[in-house]
Each structure stands twice: as C-alpha cells, then as structure tokens.
Nanobody, 123 residues
C-alpha cells in the first residue's frame, strides 16, 4: 500500500500562489487515483481536485476551478497541486489522498491519507 507525505504549505497573501507536493512511497503509486482535500476549522473535509492514474482527466471543485491545477509524475511518485490567485477562504489543512477507484470526489472512497499541510491565506 502507498504512503503519502505532503509538503509546501505556508502563509501567503491573497492573490498569491503556493505549490503543494505529495510524495508517495510504495511500488503501486501509478495504480491509484490521487486526490487533494481540505479542511477548514469547524468545517467538514471537502474535495478539491483529483487526477486519474494516467494523469488524464483531472477534475476540480467548482470553488477552485480555473485557479488550481493538479498534476502527477508517476516516475517520481509525486502529485502536485498548484494553487494560484489564492483567497482567504482557501485557508485550510490540505490533505493528499489515494484510492484505487476511478473518478471519485467522495472522501469516503479514499483509503490512504497523508498527514496534511497547513495553508493560510491572509487578506
């Protein structure tokens, strides 16, 4: 089973950018759909973006569409979330997750999770 470790979080002003990375260990990384989720204080964890095992067909939450880009490099066992035009409402802990299922936005269908990385956007 794959293990996940996120990095790249931090504090940024509104309108700025951050690049989150998720490093995966394990030999079966390329077989997983990879997703990013986030959880703000007092709120439920929500879907942000996901990408299929091949790197095709990325999909996004409406709230981040056009601002965030998800990509993966199976040779390097990494998945990246490029976040541009950040808003204060993007502030949350961001989690990388993996599932063997295809095309799912449901956090309940992801069975491998990283520890999370904090993203704070100041106004």
């Amino acid at each position: 089973q794959v293990q996940l470790v996120e990095s790249g979080g931090g504090l940024v002003q509104a309108g700025g950018s951050l690049r989150l990375s998720c490093a995966a260990s394990g030999r079966s990384f390329s077989g997983y759909t990879m997703g990013w989720f986030r959880q703000a204080p007092g709120k439920e964890r929500e879907f942000v973006a996901a990408i299929s095992w091949s790197g095709g067909s990325p999909y996004y939450a409406d709230s981040v569409k056009g601002r965030f880009t998800i990509s993966r490099d199976n040779a390097k066992n990494t998945v990246v979330l490029q976040m541009n035009s950040l808003k204060p409402e993007d502030t949350a802990i961001y989690y990388c997750a993996a599932t063997v299922l295809r095309s799912t936005r449901s956090l309940y269908e992801y069975n491998v999770w990283g520890q999370g990385t904090q993203v704070t956007v100041s106004s």
